[in-house]
């Protein structure tokens, strides 16, 4: 089982809709929660951080973390073309607090 | 702002050239790392380093060494470089976890690297 998991898209949302990206995770002691976005060639840059369980909105961006179920999610609300990337879930594990577990992304693509 | 900054965004490397990588960051971070990110097999670690002079191995160190004699400055090393290490390579740092709560990474543009 990988650490961290998510779907590897392509996820196809259509413009102005909500798109829904989710990602679990096994060390059920992890503490820290963050999404990562990338595009294309470029090196991830961090969009939301969450640390304890439900929802955290930071603008069109909404984080939710259930920690009983070792999930957590990412709601890009009002999609734009410029959010095609890939999204990356990344966790900190109980075992290190000095690393960070990624995800291997879900590939976004919004369609016009 | 943080920045990190990598030695370079392209290299073409020969099999069996020795190949160095830099990475230098402004922030004081006491954590930094080296990944490198292939298609469909997402980032993996190599190495990371929490203080000068100390470092610990990742995922996949084999083929690669580094080197933290400053502490704003992590090197990675390709003692022979071979076609398989063709990737993207990418330096992060973090400042070392509050009680409170952990703190994220923070990337550098990434190095292409070929090796023919």
């Known amino acids: 089982q990988k650490e961290v998991e998510q779907n590897s898209g392509p996820l196809s949302v259509p413009e102005g809709a909500i798109a829904s990206l989710n990602c679990t995770y096994s060390d059920r002691g992890s503490q820290s929660f963050f999404w990562y976005r990338q595009y294309s060639g470029k090196s991830p840059e961090l969009i939301m951080s969450i640390y304890s369980n439900g929802d955290k909105e930071d603008g069109r961006f909404t984080a939710q973390l259930n920690k009983a179920s070792q999930y957590v999610s990412l709601l890009i609300r009002d999609s734009q073309p410029s959010d095609s990337a890939t999204y990356l879930c990344a966790v900190t594990p109980y075992s290190s607090a000095s690393k960070i577990i990624f995800g291997s992304g879900t590939r976004l693509s919004i369609r016009p | 702002d943080v920045k990190v900054t990598q030695s370079s965004r392209y290299l073409v490397k020969r099999t069996g050239e020795k190949v160095f990588l830099e990475c230098v960051q402004d922030?004081?971070?006491?954590?930094m790392f080296w990944y490198r990110q292939d298609p469909g097999l997402g980032l993996r670690l190599i190495y990371f380093?929490?203080?000068?002079?100390?470092?610990e191995k990742g995922d996949i160190p084999e083929g690669y060494s580094v080197s933290r004699e400053k502490k704003e400055r992590f090197s990675l090393i390709l003692e022979s470089a071979s076609t398989n290490q063709t990737s993207m390579y990418l330096c992060a740092t973090k400042p070392t976890a509050g009680l409170a709560e952990t703190y994220e990474q923070y990337f550098g543009p990434g190095t292409r690297l070929t090796v023919t």
């Open positions: 380093s929490y203080d000068v002079k100390m470092k």
């Open positions: 922030m004081d971070h006491e954590n």
